[in-house]
């Protein structure tokens, strides 16, 4: 399947997933030619009504030397070779790679530019944008790219378009904007969506194992608390636990961690609304620096202005509330497994309470670790302290941020496996099956990470397959935990 | 005036000004009464309490904590308004005359409520702070734990947090303005394309309240070529801070009306004619500590953006304007020196953006839980105390700025700029002043200006007059 791009419409979440995780091609329509092809002939003429004014990067040079101008006969050589000079800028290093499917992500995001005629440019520069998701992809360091705006990492991602022919105007909407922020918080949308999904069955498959009395979870609780989000947590720890019996249930005090169930996924929710926002707001914005806006009644050859679009400051605020949330949610997780560990489950009917220890998996202690670097991920990314130079005073800290969520989402799933296995190991050892709709779920985790008997040495590893089952489903939406599971 | 409360749906921002600002009593109205009488008619209506939340009830006598000074009493008057949320609702099973002694609180004097050693399981420690006046010794059975538990405080400081960011906001809005005028910088960076362009209704009420400083600015005189980066994004930096802002007003409005006591009482549901408890973790508020978080962050972000518009002002090669923006033929360093001091500021802000997260220590292993909002809203109290230092240094030298430049601007900065020159004149090298001092008292009255939402000019003549910004 091939994406078609007419509009800025579409350029959508859906869209985003069919073509970073999915692997699909692009293609421009002929909407979308023809509003280019309309928009680089309105800007010519724009351009040649007076070579001598100001539009960055076209009659003037770039960054700190934005106020010397470019002589009018000197101006396409000049466009050439910003092309080139800032191909050579791919200077970051270290630190990993970005994920394949987060560069093709960036690919589809950078076309935003374009589509709608703001970009000033021809529409072959946009077919070869998206022609770059054909072939090999170039790799993106993850250290070194927090610069003014997201030159730095677009070096790396355009490192094999054909740029030898660019004509005026045609460098910056390539290299300018902020197509980085827009995947990147794509690309954690994504995934955080069925993460959350993941966490409220192992939560849900927590609150079975412990017993835990229903009513925190009670419908009334929708509309007595009042906020949509806490109520989409109940909702769905509900849908998890329909069918469970009320009998047998703990009747004596419940910790507060079972109780605060529905609060504490509810700001997940929020969260992750958060993400999706951005990442659907800044996929379809036009970010480009300068922008070129249509002919209309008081300018009657458009406008070219400089503006500050390639700084995205919705991004980084929503993957740190992310993260935090993430860092709130494993410690809920270590929580629970405290409490799996050293509270007795209540026994099926005609057997006899066992043990505390024997529902324990050894695993807890793991936790203490995995808690604490989420926690320290959680620290939030700000506005980069450094600077480069007076004109590019301030920098764009998106890059920080989607590291910091990837690590606190790396730890809660390492956390929600141990509950999920500890849960599993809980109602083994009380006898009991879960309602149906959790049913799959213990099914799926048994198969990874079977019951504890005796002592065995692999737990370890058995946990890390568990861990990295939920990340891997994290990002397709797939199984084993994904929806179609 | 009096506000009276009948349902959830009176426990609006608008009344919690009128109660905690305006000192306005509070009445419970005949329908909220009629409801709790009969939500308490089944007797201990909630059932027999918990163990945990009668021990804690106990445990939660006046002074647990102590240090890190005290509440503002305004946010005090605010949380017994808060508190009466869950009450009038008939769910908490408390009867009427309970409810009318809690709001009779509010016309006595407010209690001390230590801001440290809150963080326990639920609010109970500072709830008793707040009902220390509270005659208790005729309650029946479940009405102390309806009165210690639920979230009642994290309402208010959202509550508190949220009317003065929003008006803090407007000003910062009025001084990035005026420091765009004071730069000469183009004003494509905030034209009405870019609402549009971009997409989010955040930036776009950025973008128009700069735009409202702005109206009537021309080309002419301006900077030819494109300002440095810290102007160009402040539509996007001050975007962010409107969404920061718009999330713990939504955090104030949701949780002023919740119901959220451990124990709620449900009637009026098919085939349980006795009505039923429900137990839940509602006392952890979910929603305040990150809304206040993300303030905080916002804060602290604007107040390096508005560091570094200081820098550019200061700086002759960036801006074009006079070395250290001294006034011709007067003597002394001009502004400089405030670059530097703007430093601390921000640091500080930046310190204080520390997310409050769900606290490591666990009190027992029933209260394995425990909320962070105190802590949460220190932080942001905190981080927008520096931000407005920061602010008024940038007000300071955007003013100094025209001074030395002989300019005047447009008549929507006129109000702004009167507010600044105030209480912060011109450095025009004549006469001993103490400029610390002259900062300070700009610092304290922004700090002002955030609660009451007026910049106020003080008149000799004339005493206060107020401003809102944009005012013309």
């Given at each position: 399947?091939?994406?078609?791009?007419?509009?800025?419409?579409d350029l959508t979440l859906e869209n985003y997933r069919r073509v970073a995780v999915g692997g699909e091609s692009v293609a421009i329509g002929q909407e979308a030619r023809e509003t280019m092809a309309e928009g680089r002939a309105d800007f010519l003429r724009l351009l040649e009504s007076d070579r001598t004014q100001y539009i960055y990067g076209v009659t003037s040079s770039f960054g700190p030397r934005a106020r010397l101008t470019i002589p009018p006969d000197q101006q396409r050589a000049h466009a050439r070779a910003f092309?080139?000079?800032?191909?050579?800028?791919?200077?970051?290093?270290?630190?990993?790679?970005?994920?394949?499917?987060?560069?093709?992500?960036?690919?589809?995001?950078?076309?935003?530019?374009?589509?709608?005629?703001?970009?000033?440019?021809?529409?072959?520069?946009?077919?070869?944008?998206?022609?770059?998701?054909?072939?090999?992809?170039?790799?993106?360091?993850?250290?070194?790219?927090?610069?003014?705006?997201?030159?730095?990492?677009?070096?790396?991602?355009?490192?094999?378009?054909?740029?030898?022919?660019?004509?005026?105007?045609?460098?910056?909407?390539?290299?300018?904007?902020?197509?980085?922020?827009?995947?990147?918080?794509?690309?954690?949308?994504?995934?955080?969506?069925?993460?959350?999904?993941?966490?409220?069955?192992?939560?849900?498959?927590?609150?079975?194992?412990?017993?835990?009395?229903?009513?925190?979870?009670?419908?009334?609780?929708?509309?007595?608390?009042?906020?949509?989000?806490?109520?989409?947590?109940?909702?769905?720890?509900?849908?998890?636990?329909?069918?469970?019996?009320?009998?047998?249930?703990?009747?004596?005090?419940?910790?507060?961690?079972?109780?605060?169930?529905?609060?504490?996924?509810?700001?997940?929710?929020?969260?992750?609304?958060?993400?999706?926002?951005?990442?659907?707001?800044?996929?379809?914005?036009v970010t480009d620096n300068p922008v070129y806006v249509a002919p209309d009644e008081g300018h009657p050859l458009g406008r070219a202005f400089s503006t500050g679009g390639f700084h995205n400051a919705m991004a980084y605020p929503a993957l740190n509330a992310l993260t935090a949330a993430w860092a709130?949610?494993?410690?809920?997780?270590?929580?629970?497994?405290?409490?799996?560990?050293?509270?007795?489950?209540?026994?099926?009917?005609?057997?006899?309470?066992?043990?505390?220890?024997?529902?324990?998996?050894?695993?807890?202690?793991?936790?203490?670790?995995?808690?604490?670097?989420?926690?320290?991920?959680?620290?939030?990314?700000?506005?980069?302290?450094?600077?480069?130079?007076?004109?590019?005073?301030?920098?764009?800290?998106?890059?920080?941020?989607?590291?910091?969520?990837?690590?606190?989402?790396?730890?809660?799933?390492?956390?929600?496996?141990?509950?999920?296995?500890?849960?599993?190991?809980?109602?083994?050892?009380?006898?009991?099956?879960?309602?149906?709709?959790?049913?799959?779920?213990?099914?799926?985790?048994?198969?990874?990470?079977?019951?504890?008997?005796?002592?065995?040495?692999?737990?370890?590893?058995?946990?890390?397959?568990?861990?990295?089952?939920?990340?891997?489903?994290?990002?397709?939406?797939?199984?084993?935990?994904?929806?179609?599971? | 005036?009096?506000?009276?409360?009948?349902?959830?749906?009176?426990?609006?921002?608008?009344?919690?000004?009128?109660?905690?600002?305006?000192?306005?009593?509070?009445?419970?109205?005949?329908?909220?009464?009629?409801?709790?009488?009969?939500?308490?008619?089944?007797?201990?209506?909630?059932?027999?309490?918990?163990?945990?939340?009668?021990?804690?009830?106990?445990?939660?006598?006046?002074?647990?904590?102590?240090?890190?000074?005290?509440?503002?009493?305004?946010?005090?008057?605010?949380?017994?308004?808060?508190?009466?949320?869950?009450?009038?609702?008939?769910?908490?099973?408390?009867?009427?005359?309970?409810?009318?002694?809690?709001?009779?609180?509010?016309?006595?004097?407010?209690?001390?409520?230590?801001?440290?050693?809150?963080?326990?399981?639920?609010?109970?420690?500072?709830?008793?702070?707040?009902?220390?006046?509270?005659?208790?010794?005729?309650?029946?059975?479940?009405?102390?734990?309806?009165?210690?538990?639920?979230?009642?405080?994290?309402?208010?400081?959202?509550?508190?947090?949220?009317?003065?960011?929003?008006?803090?906001?407007?000003?910062?809005?009025?001084?990035?303005?005026?420091?765009?005028?004071?730069?000469?910088?183009?004003?494509?960076?905030?034209?009405?394309?870019?609402?549009?362009?971009?997409?989010?209704?955040?930036?776009?009420?950025?973008?128009?309240?700069?735009?409202?400083?702005?109206?009537?600015?021309?080309?002419?005189?301006?900077?030819?070529?494109?300002?440095?980066?810290?102007?160009?994004?402040?539509?996007?930096?001050?975007?962010?801070?409107?969404?920061?802002?718009?999330?713990?007003?939504?955090?104030?409005?949701?949780?002023?009306?919740?119901?959220?006591?451990?124990?709620?009482?449900?009637?009026?549901?098919?085939?349980?004619?006795?009505?039923?408890?429900?137990?839940?973790?509602?006392?952890?508020?979910?929603?305040?500590?990150?809304?206040?978080?993300?303030?905080?962050?916002?804060?602290?972000?604007?107040?390096?953006?508005?560091?570094?518009?200081?820098?550019?002002?200061?700086?002759?090669?960036?801006?074009?304007?006079?070395?250290?923006?001294?006034?011709?033929?007067?003597?002394?360093?001009?502004?400089?020196?405030?670059?530097?001091?703007?430093?601390?500021?921000?640091?500080?802000?930046?310190?204080?953006?520390?997310?409050?997260?769900?606290?490591?220590?666990?009190?027992?292993?029933?209260?394995?839980?425990?909320?962070?909002?105190?802590?949460?809203?220190?932080?942001?109290?905190?981080?927008?105390?520096?931000?407005?230092?920061?602010?008024?240094?940038?007000?300071?030298?955007?003013?100094?700025?025209?001074?030395?430049?002989?300019?005047?601007?447009?008549?929507?900065?006129?109000?702004?700029?009167?507010?600044?020159?105030?209480?912060?004149?011109?450095?025009?090298?004549?006469?001993?002043?103490?400029?610390?001092?002259?900062?300070?008292?700009?610092?304290?009255?922004?700090?002002?200006?955030?609660?009451?939402?007026?910049?106020?000019?003080?008149?000799?003549?004339?005493?206060?007059?107020?401003?809102?910004?944009?005012?013309?």
């Amino acid at each position: 399947m091939t994406v078609v791009i007419n509009s800025r419409d579409d350029l959508t979440l859906e869209n985003y997933r069919r073509v970073a995780v999915g692997g699909e091609s692009v293609a421009i329509g002929q909407e979308a030619r023809e509003t280019m092809a309309e928009g680089r002939a309105d800007f010519l003429r724009l351009l040649e009504s007076d070579r001598t004014q100001y539009i960055y990067g076209v009659t003037s040079s770039f960054g700190p030397r934005a106020r010397l101008t470019i002589p009018p006969d000197q101006q396409r050589a000049h466009a050439r070779a910003f092309g080139f000079r800032r191909g050579n800028w791919a200077r970051g290093f270290g630190g990993g790679y970005l994920d394949e499917r987060v560069v093709r992500g960036i690919i589809f995001a950078r076309l935003a530019n374009f589509v709608a005629g703001n970009s000033k440019a021809r529409p072959v520069v946009a077919e070869r944008v998206a022609a770059l998701l054909d072939g090999p992809l170039p790799r993106v360091p993850l250290d070194g790219e927090v610069g003014a705006g997201e030159v730095l990492p677009m070096a790396h991602v355009l490192q094999g378009l054909r740029r030898d022919d660019l004509e005026e105007g045609e460098a910056n909407p390539l290299m300018n904007g902020s197509p980085v922020s827009a995947a990147l918080a794509a690309d954690t949308a994504v995934a955080a969506r069925h993460r959350l999904d993941h966490a409220e069955q192992i939560f849900a498959l927590s609150v079975e194992a412990f017993g835990a009395p229903l009513d925190s979870y009670d419908g009334v609780l929708d509309d007595l608390w009042g906020d949509e989000d806490e109520a989409s947590a109940l909702a769905a720890l509900r849908r998890y636990l329909e069918g469970a019996s009320p009998d047998g249930r703990a009747s004596a005090a419940v910790p507060a961690s079972y109780r605060a169930l529905g609060r504490v996924l509810g700001q997940s929710h929020r969260a992750v609304a958060g993400i999706e926002e951005a990442a659907r707001v800044s996929l379809r914005s036009v970010t480009d620096n300068p922008v070129y806006v249509a002919p209309d009644e008081g300018h009657p050859l458009g406008r070219a202005f400089s503006t500050g679009g390639f700084h995205n400051a919705m991004a980084y605020p929503a993957l740190n509330a992310l993260t935090a949330a993430w860092a709130d949610l494993t410690l809920l997780t270590q929580r629970h497994v405290t409490a799996l560990c050293t509270a007795a489950v209540p026994p099926a009917e005609g057997q006899a309470s066992g043990p505390a220890a024997g529902a324990a998996t050894g695993l807890e202690p793991v936790l203490g670790g995995v808690v604490e670097e989420a926690r320290a991920a959680a620290m939030p990314t700000l506005l980069p302290a450094a600077v480069n130079d007076a004109q590019d005073d301030v920098s764009s800290p998106t890059f920080s941020a989607y590291r910091r969520q990837a690590r606190a989402a790396e730890c809660l799933d390492s956390a929600l496996a141990v509950l999920a296995a500890q849960a599993s190991q809980a109602l083994l050892h009380a006898g009991r099956q879960p309602p149906r709709p959790l049913q799959n779920l213990l099914v799926t985790v048994r198969a990874i990470f079977p019951p504890v008997e005796g002592s065995q040495s692999d737990l370890g590893a058995r946990a890390g397959d568990l861990a990295a089952a939920l990340s891997r489903s994290a990002v397709s939406g797939s199984a084993p935990f994904g929806t179609s599971r | 005036m009096t506000v009276v409360v009948n349902t959830r749906d009176d426990f609006t921002l608008a009344n919690f000004r009128r109660v905690a600002y305006g000192g306005e009593p509070v009445r419970i109205g005949a329908q909220a009464r009629r409801v709790m009488t009969a939500g308490a008619g089944p007797g201990p209506a909630v059932g027999q309490p918990r163990q945990e939340t009668a021990s804690l009830a106990r445990r939660a006598a006046p002074g647990a904590g102590f240090g890190g000074g005290y509440l503002d009493p305004a946010v005090v008057r605010g949380t017994l308004f808060a508190r009466l949320a869950s009450l009038v609702s008939g769910h908490a099973g408390v009867r009427p005359s309970v409810a009318e002694r809690v709001a009779a609180l509010l016309d006595g004097p407010m209690p001390p409520v230590p801001i440290d050693g809150q963080a326990g399981a639920g609010e109970a420690f500072p709830m008793a702070c707040v009902l220390a006046g509270l005659r208790r010794d005729d309650l029946h059975e479940g009405e102390e734990e309806a009165l210690l538990g639920g979230a009642p405080c994290s309402a208010a400081l959202a509550a508190h947090a949220a009317i003065s960011a929003r008006n803090r906001l407007a000003h910062a809005e009025s001084i990035c303005a005026l420091s765009i005028e004071a730069f000469r910088a183009p004003l494509g960076a905030y034209d009405e394309a870019l609402d549009d362009l971009w997409g989010d209704p955040h930036e776009t009420a950025a973008l128009r309240g700069l735009r409202r400083y702005l109206h009537g600015a021309g080309a002419a005189e301006r900077r030819f070529h494109q300002a440095p980066v810290s102007y160009r994004i402040i539509p996007r930096v001050l975007g962010q801070v409107h969404r920061a802002v718009a999330a713990v007003e939504k955090a104030a409005t949701v949780s002023l009306r919740s119901v959220a006591s451990d124990v709620v009482y449900a009637a009026n549901e098919a085939g349980r004619p006795a009505g039923r408890a429900v137990r839940s973790g509602g006392s952890l508020n979910g929603m305040v500590y990150p809304a206040l978080s993300a303030l905080s962050a916002a804060w602290a972000d604007l107040a390096l953006v508005a560091e570094r518009q200081v820098t550019a002002l200061n700086t002759a090669e960036t801006s074009g304007l006079p070395v250290n923006l001294v006034a011709p033929g007067a003597p002394g360093n001009g502004t400089y020196a405030y670059g530097w001091a703007a430093n601390g500021y921000v640091e500080e802000a930046r310190a204080a953006a520390t997310p409050a997260l769900l606290p490591a220590v666990v009190e027992d292993p029933h209260a394995d839980v425990v909320a962070p909002t105190f802590s949460a809203y220190r932080r942001e109290r905190r981080a927008a105390e520096c931000l407005d230092g920061v602010l008024a240094i940038l007000a300071i030298v955007s003013s100094q700025a025209l001074f030395a430049t002989g300019r005047s601007p447009l008549q929507p900065l006129q109000p702004v700029l009167s507010f600044v020159r105030s209480l912060f004149p011109p450095i025009d090298g004549t006469g001993e002043r103490d400029l610390s001092a002259d900062g300070g008292r700009l610092q304290q009255a922004l700090g002002a200006a955030a609660r009451s939402g007026e910049l106020t000019v003080p008149d000799a003549d004339r005493g206060p007059a107020a401003v809102r910004p944009g005012d013309s």
